[in-house]
């Protein structure tokens, strides 16, 4: 039996929560056991940005990954967290530019070696913040496997994939409309671009015929690019207009002569029928120009002003540029109309600029080959998102992904492993760090860019492992098991991961994504720096501790949907946490015993077998909710057994034993009382797990941690269903003898006598000393009919009681003396009616009521009908007395 020690009287959570977190490091609990037989239970990090700070989102996330890995680990799996964090190849360039712009330097005065050398020293300042804060939370990794997207490991597996993918066809270099960020000047992937609604307009503008025979009006919400038109489309089944295909129209304020095209891109029954075609700015543009053989004219910088091929708004933001062209417009007469429009606008994910869509040189994934795999490992069940209903936003992806553009034009990320041969036109694809031109001989040149940062995150689960060599860790821990994640990433992370892993090892990554919602303010408003709504998690913790922190966000918490984060749910994690202490601190001061056993079945008391019952009940409701991944349920079983069965009702029934060291119970309620509690504690330790490894090490107990100490499993020797359904009669009639008295403000210290009428005559026999402890009961009479009850104390002078198994009488005079409680309820009374009379006053006064606000109105009216409603009340108390 372990050494114990005394709980102090304040619950101190600084006092030991960074004290336990170094111990369980310095003692290994963290890493993998590598029992010989042990079922593997593992789960990878989704790995937070070297540029992050421990947010909300961050707590809820990994709150939920360490109660199923310390769940994991009790159960007696070989556990497997592993840690990591991200190199944001976007977020972190940005940071370091931002830094170099106030020392008045550039990326491009710096150049890119010593730009690298800059970044990896930025990273190893701050790139471990995030995981120090991890710490702070409780979060059970093995940090001596902590991996970053960037070392040695994981590009070796960056440039294995892309060679693979590369000599299958499966990666691509080629001119297609991507998706480009102004702000942050690279492409970014569809999956990186968020669409919000924005207030803009549709410009009607005339294109006319060469000819001089008309013209062809077209409707656009981006007149700047009419620029880089090379065409305009008419539906080739369009009677209006199928006669001008293969004619010309001039384009207004350039003069540039363009074809009329026959497409089915211009739809019949939208706008005007006539789409203007600016092959390299829009998407489906491209698709018309590919078909047609059109001209791509390129009309803005990567910056997003104006070309120089366009002299008189060459430079302009293309905002600006749009108000001049318009301008233009109007005054050459080609300005058919403007129309307000709120439209969809894509905005990039990092910096939220509107993106631009520009015809670009940029690498390829081609998905379509990828994806139908993944696609059917979600639909035969061999993976499966819980809550299931998220598997449909997974298909709607997969099923209409188009080729992923992995290329950015950053300096700091994985490096495209092509070489160029400047000298021959040469380009070769290879795992090396350098190449040789294997034509001339000549050194090659290694293509600028970098990899979408998603690249090298979606080989996460293996990269992490060791992949692409055959090492131990892949053998015994992938796939992995459980994904924790938000919702707002599937598309980005899971989708990518789950044909990554199947296309390279033939495995899926794991076999269950346990999805989360976003944490909320009270108000139900994503939190945000413009709002400022934030709740910063490291603030709660130095004033609450972790334990609330993680209470407060495990309670109620449902998979996939969003959580409130309010005052009220900190202060009942605060709560919670006192009273455990208390009670904790309350059983380890009665306690003589140094070993906890379970007496023998002949030996327990009534009370005994009815928290037994109750605990494995508990046991039975926490895995079983556990299992399913409801971790709020399971917590909120929890609580109740804890705060209303344990605390409120066991140990108050259990004092009287604790207290006498000569009772001949004593004992075996010490054992009974610890063995709950130490049970308690394990079933709770997932969640909370500073606070129960403080108690249980003040104990009696086995293990040297409660954090590798078994979980707790249902036991049908701890189930006493006719004990604890006879305590249940006695403690229903209990709370409803103790509500009625706080009805009638009877002071606790006042005991009246109790009869009861029941045809459970035994069960309340057996019981009658908890009336008296736990119903300030005189003495207790227990019958089976009204008239021997009535030969007690005559039932119109009680007050009656019916519980679901027994009626109960007590004598108003034992309850209240009637000629103080009649004056007591006289004033009652008066003070009812003079607050009446004067907010009756005050809501007939029309000057009140029409020029007070309407919530204030409202208000004194709901008052005078609460003042009403306690009037009624005193008037039917007194009419009894």
């Known amino acids: 039996m372990a050494q114990t020690h005394e709980l102090p009287k304040t619950y101190s959570p600084h006092d030991f929560e960074d004290r336990l977190y170094q111990e369980w490091m310095e003692k290994g609990y963290f890493k993998p056991s590598m029992k010989k037989g042990a079922k593997s239970f593992s789960i990878v990090i989704p790995p937070p940005n070297i540029t992050g700070q421990l947010h909300m989102g961050h707590a809820l996330d990994n709150t939920l990954q360490d109660i199923l890995v310390r769940y994991k680990r009790m159960q007696g799996y070989n556990t497997l967290w592993l840690p990591g964090t991200d190199h944001a190849s976007i977020a972190t360039e940005a940071k370091i530019v931002e830094a170099m712009r106030k020392e008045g330097l550039s990326k491009d005065q710096l150049g890119r070696e010593k730009f690298l050398e800059r970044a990896w020293k930025w990273k190893e300042q701050y790139g471990g913040r995030i995981v120090s804060q991890l710490k702070k939370m409780g979060s059970s990794c093995d940090w001596s496997r902590e991996r970053f997207t960037m070392d040695e490991g994981c590009n070796k597996a960056v440039r294995e994939v892309f060679v693979r993918l590369y000599d299958k066809g499966l990666i691509y270099r080629g001119e297609r409309i991507i998706n480009w960020c102004p702000h942050c000047k690279t492409s970014i992937s569809n999956a990186e671009v968020n669409y919000e609604e924005q207030q803009s307009h549709f410009w009607h503008i005339r294109y006319p015929l060469v000819g001089g025979d008309g013209y062809l009006e077209v409707a656009t919400t981006r007149p700047e690019t009419l620029l880089g038109d090379t065409a305009v489309a008419v539906n080739p089944e369009d009677p209006r207009y199928k006669h001008l295909i293969g004619r010309y129209c001039t384009l207004p304020l350039v003069g540039r002569r363009i074809p009329i095209v026959g497409d089915e891109h211009a739809q019949l029954d939208k706008g005007t029928g006539c789409v203007k075609i600016t092959p390299a700015h829009d998407p489906n543009d491209f698709e018309v120009g590919r078909r047609h053989q059109l001209p791509m004219e390129v009309c803005l910088t990567e910056d997003a002003k104006i070309t120089d091929n366009y002299p008189k708004y060459a430079g302009m933001d293309r ?30 994910y990092r910096c939220n600029t509107t993106i631009e869509p520009m015809i670009s040189l940029q690498w390829f994934v081609r998905m379509e080959p990828l994806a139908g795999p993944a696609i059917e490992a979600v639909r035969n069940g061999s993976i499966r998102f819980v809550p299931e209903r998220f598997d449909k936003n ?69 990269s992490t492992m060791g992949w692409p060599e055959k090492t131990e860790d892949l053998k015994t821990f992938f796939p992995t098991d459980t994904l924790v994640t938000g919702y707002d990433i599937i598309t980005f992370w899971v989708s990518r991961m789950i044909f990554s892993s199947l296309e390279y090892t033939g495995k899926i990554p794991f076999s269950t994504v346990l999805i989360h919602g976003l944490v909320r303010d009270a108000q139900g408003r994503k939190m945000s720096k413009s709002l400022g709504n934030g709740i910063d998690p490291l603030e709660i913790i130095d004033k609450y501790g ?107 029934m259990a004092k009287v034993s604790l207290s006498d060291k000569e009772n001949a119970h004593n004992t075996v309620t010490q054992n009974v009382i610890s063995y709950v509690l130490l049970g308690i504690l394990k079933l709770l330790h997932p969640f909370m797990p500073f606070i129960t490894e403080e108690i249980y090490q003040s104990l009696p107990h086995e293990a040297p941690s409660i954090m590798i100490d078994t979980y707790p499993a249902p036991d049908k020797a701890l189930s006493f269903p006719a004990a604890c359904d006879e305590l249940e009669k006695a403690i229903s009639a209990i709370t409803a003898i103790r509500a009625r008295r706080n009805e009638m403000n009877v002071a606790p210290s006042r005991r009246s006598r109790v009869l009861i009428q029941t045809k459970y005559v035994s069960a309340f026999k057996d019981t009658a000393s908890f009336f008296v402890r736990l119903a300030s009961a005189s003495d207790v009479a227990v019958e089976t009919d009204e008239q021997a009850i009535a030969a007690v104390q005559p039932l119109d002078e009680c007050v009656s009681i019916v519980t679901d198994a027994a009626t109960v009488y007590l004598p108003m005079a034992d309850l209240v003396d009637p000629a103080k409680e009649r004056e007591r309820l006289s004033g009652e009374q008066k003070k009812m009616e003079s607050e009446i009379a004067r907010l009756e006053a005050k809501l007939s006064n029309e000057g009140f009521t029409s020029k007070a606000p309407a919530a204030v109105v409202d208000g004194e009216r709901e008052k005078l009908r609460k003042y009403k409603e306690n009037l009624e009340g005193i008037l039917a108390a007194l009419s009894k007395l």
């Open 319 to 348: 905002y600006e540029a749009r108000k001049a062209i318009v301008k233009d417009l109007e005054e050459g007469g080609y300005l058919a109309g403007i129309e307000d429009l709120a439209h969809e606008v894509g905005t990039c």
């Open 394 to 462: 997974y298909f709607h992806w997969m099923e209409n992904t188009q080729d992923w553009c992995i290329s950015r034009q950053l300096w700091w990320g994985h490096r495209i492993p092509a070489f160029y041969c400047d000298a021959c036109g040469t380009m070769t694809v290879t795992k090396e760090s350098g190449a040789v031109c294997p034509k001339c001989g000549k050194p090659m040149r290694q293509d600028p860019d970098t990899l979408d940062t998603w690249f090298s995150s979606a080989l996460w689960p293996f």
């Open 546 to 652: 972790a334990d609330a922190l993680r209470f407060a966000l495990a309670t109620g918490n449902s998979p996939g949907n969003d959580m409130r984060f309010s005052d009220e749910r900190i202060e009942a994690a605060r709560n919670f946490t006192n009273k455990l202490w208390n009670a904790s601190r309350f059983v380890r001061m009665n306690l003589s015993i140094d070993k906890v056993c379970l007496p023998d079945k002949k030996d327990l008391a009534l009370e005994d077998k009815w928290i037994l019952t109750k605990y494995n009940d508990t046991v039975r409701a926490v895995t079983g909710a556990l299992d399913k991944y409801e971790l709020g349920i399971a917590l909120n079983a929890l609580y109740d057994f804890t705060w209303d069965v344990f605390c409120d009702w066991y140990i108050e």
